[in-house]
């Protein structure tokens, strides 16, 4: 699988890489800002997101909203934060490219003219309803916060989610902004891939015109990968929601993106809940019928990832009984390794969705963005390769030591959601409960 | 190099044509119709089998029957436990997709092309030899009574739910497709087993395969495995013709949520058909009312008031009359002023506001030059494929879109808007704190609000 791009860094600083891709007259314009919620500092946190939002209000040239002019040429368009990084991208066909990029730069070089205190205002209230929409009126939708906070220590950029604290995003101030645009929205701390029915040449020329002559500012020193909790007890903790069923979430640090380690776990997902043929499925929902489904997944990040088991209990059972038998079929997994036939299926699987993903040029996940994502987290935009061989060349022995030294038992955090009426006993045995917001 | 130009916004020329996806169209002898179009843009494959029955089909007192039935077809076949079955599909890099609307079942594989035939065989073994255990139907059943329990705790879902059962009554689309916890109790061994029967045979079936793969090719490897299942003793079954829905009264239903922090929100009342000639006006239309981010609802709820996180419209189109409905979550504070602007913005384009030569500009090129993109993946060409074959479209239906929307005068919008957008056939529904908004919602004009559990 031969990516073929090509990447060049202007004066300013800006990465541009450009891959041509002749299937459809569009054209994907990708934007990363290596920033994100892990940049923030407590008391001031969901600021990284709210910035995005800003993004959209208009600037200096355009100062009429960012989505008229790109759709009235058929572009769709969107942008998100997570805790590494911020990205923009719009999809375009190719006769409107150069308006992409006269709009993509004009953000990037002349926000701040544009920016009042009625957008920021109204923006801070569209924020706080996404969090009310996606966490605070949702089924099981503070675990995040609940889960961040305890794996990580107080104060470190992962104990807080990226949606941020309702306080801090109502104490935000509009004179933070600048310096947040100043510190980490310039060409030095951003990478742009360009993906789709056009000519290189002609694209680092029309990047060039419309992104060299903003001013690079400062490239923010990069955050230090520290080894966080030392865990000597496990963590277990209980909360109460509007629900019907009682869900377990098992969670342990472990090695971040593309360290030594992170893809064993993303295999060690599949062989454990990925479909009705994993370890798990078949036991707790197939066999013992004591779980409604069940997941288990790595969230890969920059600093430091996790690895996640979540089970929902059947009706009848408590997440104690979940938990024992989880904990078993870990214990049996780490004693003995995956089987040589669970390692291929999930290898053949995830080779699969390295083809499967970069059909589109845009949108997340799409072409441009992963070329964004290799070279923002690797410096190398063409590292499907390699990210592909971290797959094909481990085995089951890895597998079976990377399990063993990070999942072990004592250092879990397990948490159980319960439901807040008829929900007494059900809670997990020796939890705390915690109240997130 | 010439600096950039900030004084005015590029402007934008013409696009190269685009081509749209052909099918190979044949039958096989048994009437199964196979569609496939070659895209050799990555090495893969993408497979639809569509049966036209859906949820619409479920019996009256069992509704989540055919649901339940797509749902129990990768348990197990009459040759292999469901856990060998999905290592089979792990191996060929195999996604299994199950899709149950109102009007038909989807099921959907996708493989890497090196992998078709293996994967063309799956899919023939999920679809057409399932076991059908009753340890299975009993587990799955289960699972999904407590999915419909907790359904009840999520307002977007009871909403939904609520809506369409208001709109509908009994109408075959009046329920979702996970059905009722009634209805699911209803079903038996024998339920499923006729339902597979009746609508998983040959002569139903159209197969959709799109990707890296030769048309000719791949037909001589359907006809030996999709050949083997003969229709025998039957007459061809036929989709029951729906009925006609009644039409609402304005009224109002209200959930109550203790303590929520926002209000979920449907509006609407009965839609159009797909085949209605007025199809591509109402597209028009919905563009500047609720169907993308500028359009006057959203700008007006979120940009202007910053009320909720987005608020749109849609209609649903449907071999019968669909739903026309708008959708929004608002902070619980301001509900009553969201209902308010989003009833406003449903009168006002009909007359007092009629969309504006910018505004049907914007649509008519929103709509017309992101076409393309809707041609960009396997998946999009297989569901463009899908909808063809569903609603019994002409095979130029893709490449007359463009001058047919482009053609949308500002009269057919006025027209369209006043016949089939009505203010005073709006059912209200609202998920919201009974304390904090309940007393309010009678001074809405829709009456007195009927209070309903989840």
């Given amino acids: 699988m031969q990516i073929q791009y090509e990447k060049r860094i202007l004066d300013n600083g800006l990465n541009v890489i450009v891959c041509e891709e002749r299937s459809c007259p569009i054209v994907s314009v990708n934007l990363w800002y290596h920033v994100g919620s892990k940049n923030e500092k407590p008391g001031s946190t969901g600021f990284a997101h709210l910035f995005e939002h800003l993004m959209f209000e208009g600037s200096e040239h355009h100062d009429k909203g960012y989505f008229y002019p790109l759709q009235e040429v058929g572009g769709t368009l969107n942008g998100s934060t997570s805790t590494d990084r911020t990205n923009y991208w719009e999809v375009v066909p190719v006769a409107a490219f150069e308006r992409a990029l006269w709009m993509e730069s004009d953000r990037m070089g002349f926000l701040l003219p544009a920016l009042t205190q009625k957008k920021f205002d109204n923006q801070r209230d569209v924020v706080l309803n996404e969090r009310r929409q996606n966490y605070e009126n949702r089924p099981y939708g503070l675990v995040p916060i609940a889960l961040m906070s305890a794996l990580y220590p107080e104060g470190h950029p992962y104990s807080w989610v990226t949606i941020g604290e309702v306080e801090d995003i109502q104490n935000a101030h509009l004179d933070d902004v600048k310096k947040f645009f100043e510190n980490f929205y310039h060409p030095a701390n951003a990478s742009i891939a360009i993906a789709g029915d056009v000519r290189t040449d002609e694209v680092f020329r029309q990047v060039n015109r419309y992104f060299g002559e903003i001013a690079p500012g400062p490239v923010p020193p990069a955050l230090v990968s520290t080894t966080v909790r030392e865990p000597t007890n496990e963590i277990r903790l209980s909360l109460t929601d509007d629900i019907e069923s009682p869900r377990l979430y098992l969670s342990w640090l472990t090695p971040s993106l593309f360290e030594c380690g992170d893809a064993e776990f993303d295999i060690l997902g599949d062989i454990l809940a990925g479909g009705k043929s994993s370890r798990l499925y078949r036991s707790l929902v197939h066999e013992r019928e004591i779980a409604l489904d069940v997941s288990a997944g790595q969230g890969s990040r920059e600093l430091s990832s996790s690895f996640s088991i979540v089970a929902t209990a059947s009706p009848g059972h408590t997440l104690d009984e979940l938990e024992a038998v989880i904990m078993d079929e870990l214990l049996a997994l780490m004693a003995t390794g995956p089987t040589e036939s669970e390692v291929e299926c999930s290898i053949a699987s995830i080779e699969a969705d390295f083809v499967y993903r970069l059909q589109s040029v845009g949108g997340f996940g799409g072409l441009s963005d992963q070329l964004n994502a290799y070279n923002v987290y690797t410096g190398n935009p063409g590292y499907f390769e390699k990210d592909r061989d971290r797959y094909t060349q481990t085995d089951t022995t890895q597998i079976k030591e990377t399990a063993t030294r990070y999942l072990k038992p004592q250092h879990r955090v397990a948490l159980g959601v319960v439901p807040e009426t008829n929900g007494a006993g059900l809670a997990l045995s020796e939890s705390v409960m915690v109240h997130p917001k | ?454």
């Fill in chain 2, 1 to 454: 190099m010439t600096s950039a130009d900030r004084t005015q916004l590029p402007s934008v020329g013409s696009n190269p044509p685009f081509s749209l996806p052909h099918f190979v169209k044949v039958s096989l002898s048994n009437g199964t119709k196979v569609w496939t179009a070659e895209y050799r843009r990555a090495p893969m494959v993408t497979l639809r089998l569509l049966l036209p029955a859906g949820a619409a089909v479920d019996p009256l007192d069992k509704f989540g029957l055919a649901a339940l039935t797509a749902d129990l077809l990768d348990e197990g076949s009459t040759d292999r436990s469901s856990e060998e079955l999905h290592k089979a599909l792990m191996r060929i890099g195999g996604h299994l997709k199950t899709e149950v609307w109102s009007d038909a079942t989807v099921i959907g594989l996708t493989t890497l092309s090196r992998h078709l035939q293996e994967g063309l065989r799956l899919l023939y073994e999920v679809v057409m030899q399932p076991r059908f255990h009753l340890i299975d139907i009993n587990r799955v059943r289960a699972v999904r009574l407590q999915r419909i329990r907790q359904m009840k705790h999520t307002p977007a879902a009871v909403a939904d739910r609520l809506f369409l059962k208001e709109l509908y009554g009994s109408h075959p689309y009046g329920h979702l497709g996970i059905g009722t916890e009634e209805g699911l109790q209803n079903i038996d061994e024998s339920d499923v087993r006729s339902f597979h029967k009746d609508w998983y045979r040959p002569s139903c079936l159209t197969l959709i395969a799109v990707g890296d793969l030769n048309p000719v090719d791949i037909i001589d490897e359907v006809i030996p495995i999709w050949s083997t299942t003969i229709e025998s003793e039957r007459d061809s079954v036929s989709v029951p013709k729906l009925p006609m829905p009644t039409e609402t009264k304005k009224s109002m239903f209200f959930v109550s949520r203790d303590d929520a922090v926002q209000s979920e929100l449907r509006l609407g009342h009965l839609g159009v058909p797909r085949s209605s000639p007025d199809y591509y006006a109402l597209r028009v239309l919905n563009m500047v009312l609720g169907g993308q981010f500028v359009s006057r609802l959203n700008l007006n709820l979120r940009e202007d008031k910053g009320y909720t996180y987005g608020a749109s419209t849609s209609f649903d189109w449907r071999l019968g009359r669909g739903p026309f409905s708008l959708q929004v979550s608002v902070q619980t504070e301001s509900t009553c002023e969201a209902i308010f602007e989003s009833v406003k913005e449903i009168s006002d384009i009909r007359g007092e506001r009629a969309p504006s030569f910018r505004e049907l500009d914007l649509a008519r090129a929103a709509l017309t030059k992101s076409f393309p993109r809707n041609f960009e993946t396997v998946f999009q060409i297989a569901h463009a494929a899908v909808q063809i074959a569903l609603h019994d479209l002409n095979e130029d239906v893709f490449s007359q879109f463009v001058p047919r929307v482009l053609s949308v005068s500002a009269e057919d919008v006025s027209r369209v808007a006043t016949e089939h957008l009505q203010p005073d056939r709006l059912l209200a529904v609202v998920v919201g704190s009974r304390s904090a908004v309940f007393n309010r919602l009678g001074d809405l004009d829709f009456g007195d609000p009927v209070e309903v559990s989840a």
